[in-house]
């Protein structure tokens, strides 16, 4: 009886760590994509062992409400972004419809001549001018995306001039520079992240990344802009209607 007590009172005490880890979750105590304490300091300040500690976050993982780093700890697993099948969203259009703040980092903004596949993809000489914008995307201040553009300053004069920290590239260019994005010609593969985007996104190197690819049109046909968006795999998902022939 006593041993069968105490399997019991073990359970319990798993299930209430459970359930206040889920309450504090709920609550927004632990954000989205950050880490928890460290498993020592979280199980002291919920009074319990640490084995039990672990067969509660154990739970919350398999719930997906957590994942575990073997050499970074707990965390709190991303807001999922992507767009709704076959309709083109900006980073910041996306964030809104969930309730969510975008922001962006500056990590590099300089205007230079074109490369010739550069010029090729964008259908201007090579070494016209272009803005190349390298920002570090986030939602509530998780980091979600790293995005390096290639803009055409002749359709978008003034862009190198303004201050796009936490700004929408698309509405900039329709508000600034009157030009209404149309559409995306848009893909996406599988990669390890390298020791730098992994530094900037929080994660392991060489963990997934996925790199979606775009070259987007204006309203009249012309190509504005090519992009390469690096996100973090448990953050980002990909939606389009697929449609057969006949």
Request: contains cysteine.
């Amino acid at each position: 009886m006593t041993s069968t007590g105490e399997e019991t009172g073990a359970g319990a005490a798993v299930t209430q760590t459970y359930r206040r880890l889920s309450e504090a979750l709920r609550r927004g105590a632990f954000p989205a994509g950050g880490r928890l304490p460290g498993e020592r300091d979280l199980a002291g300040s919920l009074g319990v062992s640490r084995s039990t500690l672990r067969q509660a976050l154990g739970r919350l993982a398999e719930e997906g409400k957590l994942e575990r780093s073997s050499q970074r700890g707990w965390f709190v697993r991303a807001n999922v972004v992507g767009e709704p099948p076959s309709t083109l969203q900006s980073f910041s259009e996306m964030a809104r419809a969930r309730g969510l703040r975008a922001q962006s980092r500056i990590l590099g903004s300089r205007s230079r001549a074109a490369t010739f596949e550069e010029a090729e993809q964008l259908g201007i000489a090579p070494a016209a001018r272009v803005l190349e914008l390298r920002r570090l995307r986030s939602l509530d201040q998780v980091p979600v995306c790293v995005d390096h553009s290639i803009i055409v300053l002749a359709l978008a004069s003034g862009l190198d001039a303004l201050d796009l920290t936490d700004r929408s590239l698309y509405d900039t260019l329709e508000h600034e520079c009157g030009l209404r994005i149309a559409r995306s010609s848009y893909s996406v593969r599988a990669e390890a992240a390298d020791e730098p985007t992994a530094e900037l996104l929080l994660i392991e190197a060489g963990a997934p990344v996925l790199i979606g690819e775009e070259i987007t049109y204006t309203e009249d046909g012309a190509p504005v802009l090519t992009g390469r968006m690096t996100y973090r795999s448990d953050a980002y998902r990909f939606q389009a209607d697929l449609f057969r022939t006949i």
